[in-house]
């Protein structure tokens, strides 16, 4: 089992959709948790932090639930340019500081 | 402009030649850290450093070899490149700073190893 999972994708909407991206890791000892985005051929970037209280950026609100050990993305009103990959990060303690975790990232094709 | 560089971007070689490919980056950040891309894996860690003279393993990290002598630069070694090494190489820099998390990767390298 991956340490970290996201749904398989690839999911296809249509602009205005609201799009809801999951996340589970398997490490408890998980401490900092993010997402990013990744456009084809790009360097991935970062999209938001999320925090246990859930944050939101927008249109995007992220979600943390420490108990189940799962993360959600949520964009609302998709545009053609939300369009990439979306890949869910964990950050867990390491001998020397923090390994990175990154899901294998799940598809978004917003279409007109 | 924040920024991290990664030289070079694209290059073939062939099995057992050694390599380097270099990181800099700009914005005086402590975190350093080197990935691969594969398909159907996604972004897997090799090494990171938290500073200078600290490195450490990531999850995928035989076969290469870092250093950290300045803040701004984290080379990535090949000693002896092998066919699996061939993929898409990130370096990424980070900070926390203030409760804000901060973090940039480089435009990446393709590695293709004959």
């Known amino acids: 089992r991956k340490e970290v999972e996201q749904d398989p994708g690839p999911f296809n909407v249509p602009e205005g959709a609201t799009v809801a991206f999951n996340c589970t890791y398997s490490?408890?000892?998980?401490?900092?948790f993010f997402w990013y985005r990744q456009d084809c051929r790009k360097e991935p970037k970062l999209l938001m932090s999320?925090?246990?209280s859930g944050n939101e950026d927008g249109r995007f609100t992220a979600q943390l639930n420490r108990a189940s050990q799962y993360i959600s993305l949520l964009i609302r009103d998709s545009k053609l340019s939300d369009s990439a990959t979306y890949l869910c990060?964990?950050?867990?303690?390491?001998?020397?500081?923090?390994?990175?975790?990154f899901g294998a990232g799940t598809r978004l094709f917003v279409k007109a | 402009e924040a920024q991290v560089t990664q030289n070079p971007r694209y290059l073939i070689t062939v099995t057992g030649k050694k390599l380097t490919v270099t990181c800099s980056q700009n914005?005086?950040?402590?975190?350093m850290s080197w990935y691969r891309q594969d398909p159907g894996l996604g972004l897997r860690q090799i090494y990171y450093?938290?500073?200078?003279?600290?490195?450490d393993k990531g999850d995928v990290p035989e076969g290469y070899k870092v250093s950290r002598k300045e803040k701004r630069n984290f080379p990535l070694i090949l000693e002896s490149p092998s066919p699996n090494q061939t993929s898409l190489y990130f370096c990424?820099?980070?900070?926390?700073?203030?409760?804000?998390?901060?973090?940039?990767f480089g435009p990446g390298t393709r590695l293709t190893v004959t």
């Open positions: 990424a820099s980070s900070l926390w700073s203030q409760g804000r998390y901060e973090q940039y």
């Open positions: 490490n408890s000892a998980s401490q900092s």
């Open positions: 999320v925090y246990s």
């Open positions: 990060v964990v950050k867990k303690d390491g001998t020397g500081g923090f390994k990175t975790i």
């Open positions: 914005m005086n950040h402590e975190y």
């Open positions: 450093s938290m500073n200078v003279e600290v490195t």
